[in-house]
C-alpha cells in the first residue's frame, strides 16, 4: 500500500478547507488500501462469516456518496448503483472492479463539485423531512469512511498482511 499517495488534511486552515481535506485524505485511504489487488483478492470475503469484501466497500461508499451528495444535498433523486437488498453492493461474486472505482471515482468527483457549489456549511439538503446542513453531511461522510477504512485495513491485512495507516 501507498501512502505517499494520500493528501494530508490541513492543519490550520478554515472549517471548509479542513472538513473536504479530511474527507478526501479517507477516500484516498480506501483507494490506497485496495491499490495493487487483483480482482479476485478485492472480491474476497477475507473476515468469516461476514460479507464485507474490499470491492464491496467501494461499491457501497460509491451509493453512500450519490445518496449524500446528489440526493440529500444537492436535491437529485437518483437510484443507487447496485440494488438494496440482499447483498446489494457486497454481492461481489462476479462485480467488476474497474466497473465499481470507476463508478466510485465519478461520485466523488460529483460530490465535490457540489460542496464547491454550495454558498457555505449551513446550506440545508432533505432526506424524507429530515434537514441536514452541508457540514453534518460532510463529517458524517468523514465518519463513515474512517469506519469502513477500518474494516478495509482488516480485509487488506487478511488478504496479503499489508497495514496500513
Known amino acids: 500500500m501507498d501512502a505517499q499517495r494520500r493528501t494530508e488534511p490541513p492543519r490550520a486552515a478554515d472549517e ?8 478526501q485524505h479517507q477516500r484516498e485511504t480506501l483507494a490506497s488500501t485496495c491499490a495493487g489487488l487483483t480482482a479476485e483478492q478485492l472480491r474476497a ?10 470491492i464491496g466497500l467501494v461499491r457501497h461508499m460509491a451509493d453512500v456518496e450519490r ?3 446528489r440526493n440529500v444535498v444537492h436535491g437529485e433523486r437518483t437510484k443507487p448503483h447496485w ?7 457486497f454481492d ?19 460530490s465535490r463539485a457540489i460542496v464547491d457549489a454550495a454558498e457555505s ?19 458524517h461522510m468523514i465518519e463513515e469512511y474512517a469506519r469502513h477504512n477500518g474494516q478495509a485495513d482488516l480485509l487488506r491485512q487478511a488478504i496479503d498482511a499489508a497495514a496500513g495507516e
Do not use: Q
Open 16 to 23: 471548509h478547507t479542513t472538513l473536504t481535506g479530511f474527507l
Open 45 to 54: 470475503r477475507a473476515v468469516s462469516p461476514s460479507g464485507l469484501s474490499l
Open 67 to 69: 445518496t449524500w451528495f
Open 83 to 89: 440494488p438494496r437488498g440482499e447483498g446489494g453492493a
Open 92 to 110: 461481489v461474486d462476479t462485480a467488476d472492479p474497474t466497473e465499481a472505482f470507476d463508478a466510485w471515482h465519478e461520485e466523488c468527483a460529483r
Open 121 to 139: 456549511l449551513d446550506a440545508t439538503g432533505r432526506f424524507g423531512s429530515d434537514v441536514f446542513s452541508l457540514r453534518y453531511v460532510l463529517t
